[in-house]
């Protein structure tokens, strides 16, 4: 026992003594964003992990770098949660990971996609120096349900998707059911596929009878609301979660009765409408993620400017009423020609929440609803050190948020190392 106790003495780490962890970086004299303010904070950077140094010791290795900061403002890398600008062909994918990392966008969550083509661009995404995406694949609808029509228009106007003709996009551009035999059989089809989570469609579901077989609502409509339940049992049975496009009130309280993790859309998207405050109420107990998507609404601003006025209206009331709720909302655009920058942008011009409520929806909230297993979307001891260094301050002015300075992804700078003056 005595000569065991000597060799501990002797040699301390082969007998498992504590080291001072070795840190790649070291970054002094910056202002860290937690919990809605910017304090003072020594931070390292070990093994692609934030460590702060108030938490514990850690030494800069030898060949670790120090940065000064100079009082520049640390927020948490930005995100996406809806979009179909990836995977929905092969064209333009290095421009489309460009324009999210010159915004500071790191996360992406495609919300509908082929995947033929998510296959061909995989090795172009999720690495360090890329954006990292989850794919829900194609989505599930009724029979001549949104987005058919949406995907032979796309095909027949814009020549989209070469490797497949109208005939041959069912099961590839989208899955139809309209009973549950049949949605059994495309269950199995979207499993073979291997999607990070899955997408459903409702559409004026309290008109489902009305609309099913009128050709007058061809790809305006959705699934059978009484098949949801099931739908989202199988998916929670895979461990897999179900995020539910929505266009109505009865739409979103129907998805969230049924145990959607995710609600694609904020109802107002693009229509005037108002979520009732029995829904809200749901959405705040189901713990669901709501997206905003307030951009689609633009769509309409040059044709009807009197129509969008009402929409936005609409738009600042069920943001008001969601956030004073604590609703989990985060930020999406579906905004193929964009990312989240400008949707971040127009949420901050409707001056219904304030910014750090802002900033939360786009980095932590959005960040937990793309990957909620990966300890990313803040800036705390042991989360993946994805950062932003801006050179103002975003709480004061939400415009600061583009004043990025430098991107640190997987605890490495994106970019030239020395911090632009």
Request: proline residues 4%; charged residues 25%.
């Amino acid at each position: 026992m005595r000569l065991s106790l000597l060799l501990c003495l002797a040699i301390a780490a082969a007998c498992g003594a504590p080291q001072t962890p070795e840190a790649e970086y070291r970054l002094n004299n910056g202002q860290w964003y937690q919990n809605g303010a910017f304090t003072d904070q020594t931070v390292y950077i070990v093994g692609g992990a934030l460590r702060f140094s108030d938490r514990n010791e850690y030494r800069l290795a030898e060949d670790g770098k120090t940065i000064d900061l100079k009082n520049r403002f640390v927020v948490p890398a930005y995100c996406e949660a809806h979009n179909h600008n990836l995977g929905d062909g092969v064209e333009g994918v290095d421009e489309t990971v460009k324009n999210y990392l010159e915004d500071g966008v790191f996360y992406v969550m495609i919300q509908g996609s082929f995947q033929l083509y998510r296959e061909k661009i995989a090795d172009q995404l999720n690495t360090p120096d890329s954006v990292d995406v989850a794919f829900a694949n194609n989505g599930l609808t009724g029979s001549g349900g949104h987005p058919r029509r949406l995907r032979e228009s796309l095909m027949e106007r814009f020549e989209r998707y070469p490797d497949f003709t109208k005939e041959t996009l069912p099961d590839k551009g989208y899955f139809e059911a309209d009973s549950l035999p049949q949605l059994r059989e495309k269950w199995a089809l979207i499993l073979t596929e291997r999607p990070d989570f899955v997408k459903v469609m409702l559409y004026h579901s309290e008109e489902y009878e009305l609309r099913k077989d009128n050709p007058d609502y061809y790809g305006r409509r959705g699934l059978n609301p009484a098949l949801l339940p099931e739908f989202i049992r199988m998916a929670h049975g895979e461990n897999l979660r179900a995020s539910v496009h929505v266009e109505t009130d009865f739409d979103m309280a129907t998805a969230l009765s049924a145990g959607a993790d995710i609600i694609a859309h904020v109802v107002s998207n693009d229509s005037n409408t108002r979520i009732s405050d029995e829904t809200i109420a749901l959405a705040k107990t189901s713990g669901a993620s709501i997206i905003t998507t307030i951009s689609v609404g633009k769509r309409i601003a040059q044709r009807a400017p009197d129509e969008y006025a009402k929409i936005v209206e609409a738009q600042k009331d069920n943001l008001r009423r969601l956030n004073e709720a604590g609703v989990k909302l985060a930020i999406g655009s579906d905004t193929v020609f964009d990312t989240s920058r400008s949707e971040a942008d127009l949420l901050a011009s409707l001056g219904v929440l304030d910014n750090p409520t802002l900033i939360e929806m786009w980095t932590s909230a959005c960040a937990e609803t793309v990957f909620p297993q990966r300890k990313i979307g803040r800036l705390d001891d042991g989360y993946e050190a994805s950062f932003l260094i801006l050179s103002a301050n975003p709480l004061e002015d939400f415009e600061n948020t583009n004043a990025i300075q430098l991107r640190f992804k997987d605890g490495k700078p994106l970019e030239q190392f020395q911090l632009k003056e």
